[in-house]
């Protein structure tokens, strides 16, 4: 009997590249943090008022632009407000300009490429799951030369797909599209709110990209924990048993 398809999937932000570094210039070029800020605590609120403003607003998907860049805006004022630091909504609009155009000067995580081609070379299906708009995506994809990696169509991006994780329904989309099976698929993430819960209620393994020491956020259990991509290929090299050749 042939064996079953095994897959993984990968996030994109903060678990194929650092997230923080586009962050961490934006503040220091626009409102003169010092490097010795908590720029580490300071992405953790960033990111946790990103996702509950967007719940706030009702972001789906494929949001309204004028909600989403109200939200991109105030997500700035709050987390920087934890600090002790208030900004006028134009240094937010600064703050935000700043950090998207540093968002396409990155670089892939050390031996991220380098485990997706050899899982690949072993016959594993591997591919990309991220949120956000489509064309902004796409240019992120681009500047971290994805496609010389990651074929096109095992790319989904949650703009131009309609759903976003954590739904469930994402997860199901590519697996339907992918011809594979939940229960042979891992996911590999670093967002609790929307990597962990939302790949777990889909039926799927996951492996939580912890790089941040960041808590858990619900009820929900990772599979594995890695906090680099050393461990990400222990993990795998662990559990995957021999796998089918495409």
Known sequence: MEPEKKAIFFDVDDTLYDHLQPLRGALQEVIGLPDDFPYA??????????????????????????AVERMRRRRFELMLKEFGIAVEP?????????????????????????????LMEEGYFVGLITNGEGAHQERKLEALKVRDVIPRERIFISGTIGYAKPDRRLFEHVSKQTGTEARNSFYIGDSWRNDVVGAVDAGWQVIWFNHRQAEPESDHQAHYVAHNYEEIERILKGVLSPARVL
């Open 41 to 66: 605590e300071a992405y953790h609120r960033f990111r946790y008022y990103s996702d509950w403003l967007s719940d706030q607003e009702g972001l789906s998907a494929v949001p309204e632009p004028e």
């Open 90 to 118: 134009e240094q937010a609009a600064a703050l935000q300009e700043r950090y998207l155009g540093r968002q396409f000067h990155i670089q892939p995580f050390d031996g991220a490429y380098a485990l997706m081609h050899e």
